[in-house]
């Protein structure tokens, strides 16, 4: 079973009895001002609107969405396995398998595309798709609303609603007859659960009614003594889920009604633990696990025995030492006085240059805080709307696109320095294999593993029939590059050998066995290939090209270190000898999407499919051939597009050490594509646009993809002095950095593994410097 535990152990517990003493941490809340308000998201009204304006708190598989309403607080919440298809599901499900027999169908489409070169997207789903059944959708776990009689309706001068990255804490605070009231709202990892408190400062002024609402008819909600239980079976599929909430106060009294709710009156302060939990489990073919019940169960009352002040500590610790090993000055400052909404819609209007290099910092860091809120080992990896959904109905089913998205959820996570993160990640494509060896097997009659162009919970990982986006085979391949990224940043060949090269090498037989001799020219190529969500069916398409060799690069290169078979190196060799790389250039000087020069250059779509190579791979070095030609493709593109589109750019630009052009599409990305509350909108709302854009930040600051520790490779003029402390680089070092008038003057890199090292700048004698590291220990280079 997965419950919303974290997959942490669990952290002894003390105190936190009914009406007992109030913990030091308690009584100093007010206080606790040890986190920059260069961290801070704040505003001076309630949130109206879930996408636009709440925000989000979360320990991976809990998310809860704060409102700030004063006569009633509203915290949307979500367990990330609480979805709706798969096994059980009233329209039946086949993990996207075909339904009956096919034989002869790839082969006839590859067989017409020899013909006729080019196949309309209709044309190939009607021979390899079919219509989706069972895939189900990620649900809202409904709201906890908080009543709150007696509070003011509209909120005066003195309200403000904030969320602070640094310590991942919700807060709203207000004047009211006198007292000054403060809610305070936490995602715990180590214990399990939301958190919440409302106090004043003033005694017996917290009155409140806690109670459940869901969109959905299949839950009921009981209260006992302090405590709430909501439980229910999804109508769709029976899958059990439960939630609990239990509240405390001090002072005052307290009465479960008859409605499921709780009510307290004239308390000093309420303070309440909620825990979720499904009977959802990771395994194939049944994704069943045991009832949820015991373990939510157990899950709140150890938070409970805790109390809040222990709690709130160890949340407090485990959040920063995640989150405070990066720290960015690019030069901002935060004009006094001035909501984040309001910094939003004044940047890039020449109000000030401080405050918009507030912004994006604010931004790179509000990226590194929802990853550590939505991807925490114990559960499912971000979706793509991280872990927070307030539909029944989500865009895109708040699934798990694997054509980009959920790659790009986990860009910034090993450069960001949180690689502890990527669990989940890990665990889900583990999840994928057994599904995907049966689609492999079924659908193309080869071994290894595949998955196409997105997925749930359950392992769909074959196909539908909307034709611009039902075939991708190669997401399996590039789903494994976040494996070997891995690797490549820490160095472990334990992690090596147990968990990313069975998928590495498993992906690359597939490949293996589905290659196919081009008759234009006898190079292995991928048949039929399709452009992500752009053009026709091709034969050899540049992206799949680009990610066959990336995988098959990266699986040699393992085999190599992990010293596997030699026929199985020998294969890789040979099929990376013939492999067309897909990289070729076009008439206008462009590198060419698909095999046949078939690119518009007035084409502006928001997929930029064929530059794989530059980005997140690493075929194209800066200055070759390569990197002219994806220049010109970028450039013909242009700098609209997506959220998402534009946060790819920001990398493209900086991976072509073109500093100002990346800084652009953060400036394009920050005015037209985000949201008041700083989530990156498509639209609607998708959160892979804040990952990426934080990736494309630290791409500006430092690069590592081809072996050597470039600093400040794509510094824009816009940051001309500034710093940066803990990113992560290829190789097992960490780098911090200060420089001057555009120019690195100081770096000092810490080892993690013993090795030689290659850094480059304008700092090092010849522009390059080779460090014989060990690890543990620390090389300064520059002033001290």
């Known amino acids: 079973?997965?419950?919303?535990?974290?997959?942490?152990?669990?952290?002894?517990?003390?105190?936190?009895?009914?009406?007992?003493?109030?913990?030091?941490?308690?009584?100093?809340?007010?206080?606790?001002?040890?986190?920059?308000?260069?961290?801070?998201?704040?505003?001076?009204?309630?949130?109206?609107?879930?996408e636009r304006e709440a925000l989000?708190?979360?320990?991976?598989?809990?998310?809860?969405?704060?409102?700030?309403?004063?006569?009633?607080?509203?915290?949307?919440?979500?367990?990330?396995?609480?979805?709706?298809?798969?096994?059980?599901?009233?329209?039946?499900?086949?993990?996207?398998?075909?339904?009956?027999?096919?034989?002869?169908?790839?082969?006839?489409?590859?067989?017409?595309?020899?013909?006729?070169?080019?196949?309309?997207?209709d044309a190939v789903a009607a021979g390899l798709g079919q219509a989706r059944r069972g895939y189900g959708a990620h649900q809202t776990f409904g709201d906890l609303h908080i009543d709150v009689p007696g509070a003011p309706a509209v909120p005066d001068a003195t309200y403000r609603r904030a969320l602070d990255l640094g310590r991942g804490l919700a807060t709203v605070t207000y004047l009211h007859e006198q007292a000054r009231h403060r809610r305070e709202f936490f995602a715990s990892y180590p214990h399990g659960v939301i958190v919440g408190r409302l106090s004043a400062d003033r005694p017996a002024q917290v009155t409140c009614t806690f109670r459940h609402t869901s969109p959905r008819a299949d839950r009921t909600a009981k209260a006992s003594g302090d405590r709430i239980t909501v439980r229910g079976e999804l109508a769709d599929n029976g899958l059990k889920f439960e939630a609990q909430l239990r509240v405390r106060h001090r002072g005052g009294t307290s009465v479960a009604n008859d409605d499921g709710s709780v009510t307290v009156t004239g308390a000093d302060h309420v303070w309440f633990v909620l825990a979720a939990g499904t009977d959802y489990a990771d395994t194939y073919p049944g994704y069943r696990g045991e009832d949820p019940h015991a373990a939510v169960s157990r899950t709140v009352d150890k938070a409970v025995a805790a109390g809040h002040g222990t709690l709130r500590a160890h949340h407090l610790r485990d959040h920063r030492a995640l989150f405070d090993r990066v720290t960015l000055d690019i030069g901002q400052a935060l004009p006094a006085g001035v909501p984040t909404d309001r910094l939003l819609e004044q940047y890039g209007t020449g109000a000030g240059d401080t405050a918009d290099r507030a912004l994006e910092a604010l931004f790179f860091q509000y990226g590194r805080y929802l990853l550590i809120a939505s991807s925490r080992a114990g559960s499912l990896p971000a979706n793509l709307q991280g872990v927070w959904n307030n539909s029944t109905t989500p865009p895109w089913a708040a699934d798990y696109h694997t054509n980009i998205n959920l790659q790009m959820n986990y860009w910034l996570a090993e450069a960001a320095n949180l690689a502890e993160t990527t669990a989940p990640y890990d665990r889900f494509v583990e999840a994928l294999r057994a599904p995907g060896r049966r689609t492999a097997q079924e659908m193309f009659g080869s071994r290894g593993w595949v998955v196409h162009n997105e997925t749930n919970p359950y392992g769909f990982t074959g196909v539908h029939d909307w034709s611009t986006a039902f075939w991708f085979p190669e997401a399996a391949a590039w789903l494994t590059a976040q494996l070997y990224e891995h690797y490549r940043f820490g160095g472990s060949t334990d992690y090596l050998r147990t968990t990313a090269y069975p998928a590495m090498k498993e992906a690359a037989e597939f490949w293996l066995d589905n290659l196919r001799t081009d008759p234009r020219d006898g190079t292995l190529i991928v048949t039929p290939s399709y452009s992500p969500e752009h053009g026709d069916f091709t034969a050899g398409g540049a992206m799949a090209q680009q990610i066959v060799h990336d995988l098959l690069t990266n699986t040699l290169e393992a085999a190599r270190v992990l010293g596997d078979s030699p026929s199985f190196r020998a294969d890789l060799e040979k099929t990376l000898d013939a492999l067309d790389p897909g990289l070729r250039i076009g008439s206008w000087g462009q590198l060419q999407e698909w095999k046949a020069d078939l690119d518009?250059?007035?084409?502006?779509?928001?997929?930029?499919?064929?530059?794989?190579?530059?980005?997140?791979?690493?075929?194209?070095?800066?200055?070759?051939?390569?990197?002219?030609?994806?220049?010109?493709?970028?450039?013909?593109?242009?700098?609209?597009?997506?959220?998402?589109?534009?946060?790819?750019?920001i990398n493209f630009w900086a991976r072509l050490r073109d500093g100002d052009h990346a800084h652009k599409m953060l400036g394009e990305q920050l005015k037209s594509s985000t949201l008041p509350n700083l989530w990156d909108t498509h639209p609607p709302f998708q959160i892979d646009g804040n990952f990426g854009a934080t990736s494309g930040i630290v791409e500006m600051l430092l690069q590592s993809q081809h072996d050597a520790i470039e600093i400040l490779p794509a510094l824009p003029a816009t940051w001309p002095e500034g710093s940066v402390r803990g990113l992560r680089a290829r190789g097992g070092a960490t780098v911090d950095i200060d420089w001057a008038a555009g120019r690195a003057t100081r770096v000092v890199l810490k080892a993690s593994r013993t090795r030689e090292l290659t850094l480059r700048g304008h700092l090092f004698s010849g522009g390059t410097k080779k460090v014989r590291a060990r690890a543990g220990e620390r090389y300064v280079f520059g002033r001290s």
């Open 1 to 50: 079973m997965r419950t919303a535990l974290g997959g942490a152990a669990a952290i002894a517990a003390n105190g936190g009895t009914l009406g007992g003493p109030r913990t030091a941490s308690a009584a100093s809340e007010d206080a606790d001002r040890d986190t920059s308000d260069d961290l801070l998201l704040w505003y001076d009204a309630p949130a109206a609107d879930w």
């Open 56 to 121: 989000p708190v979360g320990n991976g598989a809990l998310g809860a969405m704060v409102f700030g309403t004063l006569t009633s607080e509203r915290l949307q919440f979500n367990e990330k396995t609480l979805w709706t298809g798969g096994p059980g599901s009233r329209e039946g499900y086949d993990s996207g398998n075909w339904r009956e027999p096919r034989p002869g169908a790839l082969d006839a489409v590859r067989d017409e595309l020899d013909e006729k070169g080019r196949l309309a997207p």
């Open 600 to 649: 518009d250059r007035t084409d502006d779509h928001r997929h930029v499919s064929h530059l794989y190579a530059l980005h997140p791979g690493r075929q194209i070095e800066p200055g070759s051939t390569w990197a002219e030609a994806a220049k010109v493709s970028l450039t013909a593109r242009g700098d609209g597009g997506t959220g998402w589109s534009k946060a790819w750019k």
